[in-house]
């Protein structure tokens, strides 16, 4: 697979991609620019799928093993950690239906 | 796998692969898109997330060695440590926990080019040459991969190092694990900095050319992994959250450029996404503290003033004017229009609870009450806004600074509870202060100014403010929110 990789079609991706994520990125209020960045760190998840192209290679030996282990747990740390955290936050971003007596000690 | 049905080879082949990929693309960037606004953000997120589900799925699909066990366990002890982690951190702790994953997304692409030069690091520097795989393990032929895979693979190993150990050093500093001030070799600093940049560059150049060592890959993460740390120890408290969205786009250029050496389209979007977001939150944050990137990466701000500041407290001693809860009170209670400026001590105080109460008790009364959050409020942009939402304060009435600055004319008291540089006023008059220049919030506009501290002590920035020396000034010394809290109290009296 790596083998078959093409330089220029790869960094036309690269650098198109760059421009997409300047224009959605900038769009983006400074409200929510924590959000935006757990969810970056969600994003950057993806060294998962580099992880698991890695793994599914086979025939590394043992300890590219353990190293390839440990990187896929960071992926996913990344992926499920930064997503949820995410998600957790924008939550309380959403108004809340008023409820006539709300604590707001309720939340640790 | 010799014995495929056709519906298998249509699921593994890379077009397929490749259309699942695009679908992920589509779905990342609607999902960050719902992101301009609080009410269309929930769905952007959970959008971005099935676009990650997408590429993950896609990329099992490919022909691979099938060796599932392997990655089980990887994904179960991601998913044991993640999940607790992401659930039940406090919101005030958010930008160490972004500052960890950060870290760990950099030391993921540092360990995968680890890998990538064990598989095919024997045919770096040759085109042609079918070689032998390193020692250790049974051998096969590996074809050449081209030159610029190598460069690509070794770069992100590079950046990756950097990211995980700056990551891991700003996540101490924040968690106050390591202490906050700048920690720093003197004036050695820059040259010590720049060797251990040379090296790792050096050692890289030497991997590319054909240097098969991996006692040298090794010392090449380690030269990166001590400028990681030499970079961000002499950083201050005050410059965290540039550092951290800086590392944060080079997690995703590291990414990108794993995503280029392995042929993965997929690496190289969402790679730069991350770049593109870190670049820009980078520029934004040094934009509003009035500092170049170059100056806050050479570091010592943050700490380094504290002897001005005590030079300064001398000159102004006596001139400070102190009052009670009543007093507070009292003057909230016959104001019209209310502005609260919240800074990181209300958040280390827990207090945006006991603030939120303050406002409704306030409201109650017919007095309009807003917030202003300056752009570095908080440890990190938006975090203050993040806090306050916690405790269910309408995100309408959270004012950005340009939006609120006009206002503080026609504002009877401002209550700056925890905030201190953002608000300090010698950043419009005096040009020899250090953050001279510094976008504020005009507090000292306002009709009268309420400040609630612990002490006269400076702020991260280790500056005295003018502000507290303003005759129409009053301090009120004390824990945020307790503090707050009496104010609750006392105004039911009033």
Redesign the interface.
């Known amino acids: 697979?790596?083998?078959?990789?093409?330089?220029t079609t790869?960094?036309a991706?690269?650098v198109l991609?760059?421009f997409?994520?300047?224009i959605?990125?900038?769009?983006?209020?400074?409200?929510?620019?924590?959000?935006?960045?757990?969810?970056?760190?969600?994003?950057?998840?993806?060294?998962?799928?580099?992880?698991?192209?890695?793994?599914?290679?086979?025939?590394?030996?043992?300890?590219?093993?353990v190293?390839?282990?440990?990187?896929?747990?960071?992926?996913?740390?990344?992926?499920?950690?930064?997503?949820?955290?995410?998600?957790?936050?924008?939550?309380?971003?959403?108004?809340?239906p008023p409820k006539p007596d709300?604590d707001?000690?309720k939340?640790? | 796998m010799s014995t495929l049905v056709p519906a298998t080879i249509f699921l593994q082949s890379e077009s397929f692969i490749y259309a699942l990929y695009i679908v992920a693309f589509m779905l990342m960037i609607f999902g960050l898109r719902g992101l301009v606004g609080p009410k269309t953000a929930v769905r952007g997120n959970r959008t971005a997330a099935v676009g990650m589900a997408i590429a993950v799925i896609a990329t099992l699909l490919s022909p691979q060695e099938g060796r599932w066990g392997l990655i089980v366990l990887g994904v179960v002890l991601g998913t044991v440590v993640g999940v607790p982690a992401a659930r039940q951190v406090k919101m005030t702790a958010i930008p160490q926990m972004v500052a960890l994953f950060n870290g760990v997304g950099g030391g993921a692409v540092a360990l995968i080019s680890w890998v990538e030069f064990r598989h095919y690091g024997s045919t770096y520097g040759s085109h042609i040459a079918t070689a032998a795989a390193g020692e250790g393990f049974a051998t096969y032929t590996t074809p050449a991969v081209p030159t610029y895979i190598a460069i690509f693979s070794v770069a992100a190993a590079i950046i990756g190092s950097v990211s995980f150990w700056g990551s891991n050093i700003a996540f101490a500093k924040l968690q106050e694990i390591l202490p906050g001030r700048p920690i720093t070799l003197g004036s050695s600093q820059q040259f010590v900095n720049g060797l251990l940049a040379v090296l790792a560059i050096a050692a890289g150049v030497a991997l590319v050319a054909g240097v098969h060592s991996e006692l040298l890959f090794i010392g090449m993460l380690l030269a990166a992994a001590l400028l990681g740390n030499a970079v961000v120890l002499p950083i201050g408290g005050a410059d965290m959250p540039v550092v951290i969205s800086l590392l944060n786009a080079f997690t995703g250029i590291s990414a990108a450029a794993t995503g280029v050496a392995l042929n993965n389209p997929a690496m190289i979007v969402f790679g730069m996404m991350v770049g593109a977001s870190g670049s820009i939150l980078t520029k934004l944050m040094a934009d509003a503290m009035n500092r170049s990137i170059p100056a806050i990466m050479a570091g010592g701000f943050g700490g380094g003033g504290a002897v001005e500041g005590a030079a300064g407290a001398g000159e102004h001693a006596g001139t400070v004017h102190s009052i009670g809860a009543a007093d507070a009170a009292i003057q909230l209670a016959y104001a019209s229009h209310v502005v609260v400026v919240p800074g990181y001590g209300m958040a280390v105080a827990q207090a945006q609870h006991a603030v939120r109460e303050l406002a409704k008790e306030l409201e109650k009364r017919g007095i309009e009450v807003s917030y202003a959050i300056h752009p570095v409020a908080g440890r990190m942009p938006g975090h203050m806004n993040v806090l306050l939402a916690e405790a269910d304060v309408p995100y309408d009435q959270l004012k950005e600074m340009d939006d609120i600055n006009p206002e503080f004319q026609r504002t009877d008291v401002s209550l700056v509870i925890g905030a201190n540089d953002v608000t300090n006023p010698a950043a419009k008059t005096n040009p020899s202060s250090p953050i001279y220049g510094m976008p504020i919030l005009e507090v000292a506009d306002s009709k009268s100014v309420i400040v609630i501290k612990r002490s006269m002590n400076p702020g991260f920035a280790g500056i005295e403010n003018e502000l507290y020396y303003d005759p129409k000034t009053a301090m009120l010394f004390g824990d945020a929110k307790t503090a707050v809290a009496d104010i609750v109290s006392e105004l039911a009296s009033v």
């Not at chain 1, 990187?71 to 108004?95: C, P, Q, S, Y």
């Open positions: 697979m790596i083998i078959a990789s093409t330089l790869n960094l991706i690269l991609a760059g997409v994520g300047f959605v990125i900038s769009k983006i209020p400074n409200t929510l620019h924590t959000p935006l960045m757990s969810g970056t760190n969600a994003i950057h998840g993806i060294v998962l799928v580099g992880a698991l192209i890695l793994v599914g290679l086979g025939g590394l030996g043992t300890f590219s093993d190293l390839l282990v440990i990187a896929v747990a960071f992926g996913t740390i990344n992926v499920i950690g930064g997503f949820l955290v995410t998600d957790r936050m924008l939550e309380m971003f959403k108004r809340k709300d707001p000690e939340r640790p």
